[in-house]
Nanobody, 117 residues
Framework: QVQLVESGGGLVEPGGSLRLSCAAS????????MGWYRQAPGKQRELVAT???????TYADSVKGRFTISRDYAKNTHYLQMNSLKPEDTAVYYC???????????WGQGTQVTVSS
């Protein structure tokens, strides 16, 4: 069973930057898209950003212009560059990969991002 391993979370001051990585432990075929989600305490998990097989990206309005998603399909790895971080970005960040043939969604274990002075 392929697993997604996240890294790069931590504590950062407001205005700072972090880069999250999500690496698959094996090869995943027929990828539809790769994404990042987050869940703050007491809130539902929400979409942060996705990038599909054509390289098309989508972002939540709250992170547009500050976050950038990228991927390296050869390594089955994707990234989330987070700049100009705000306290409201504090959450557990989860990566995922959606595949077809058959449909399946892989999830990472989550990594904590805390933005605080």
């Amino acid at each position: 069973q392929v697993q997604l391993v996240e890294s790069g979370g931590g504590l950062v001051e407001p205005g700072g930057s972090l880069r999250l990585s999500c690496a698959a432990s094996g090869t995943i075929f027929n990828i539809v898209d790769m994404g990042w989600y987050r869940q703050a305490p007491g809130k539902q998990r929400e979409l942060v950003a996705t990038v599909n097989s054509r390289g098309t990206t989508t972002y939540a309005d709250s992170v547009k212009g500050r976050f950038t998603i990228s991927r390296d399909y050869a390594k089955n790895t994707h990234y989330l560059q987070m700049n100009s971080l705000k306290p409201e970005d504090t959450a557990v960040y989860y990566c995922n990969i959606r595949a077809i043939g058959p449909p399946y969604v892989y999830w990472g274990q989550g990594t904590q991002v805390t933005v605080s002075s």
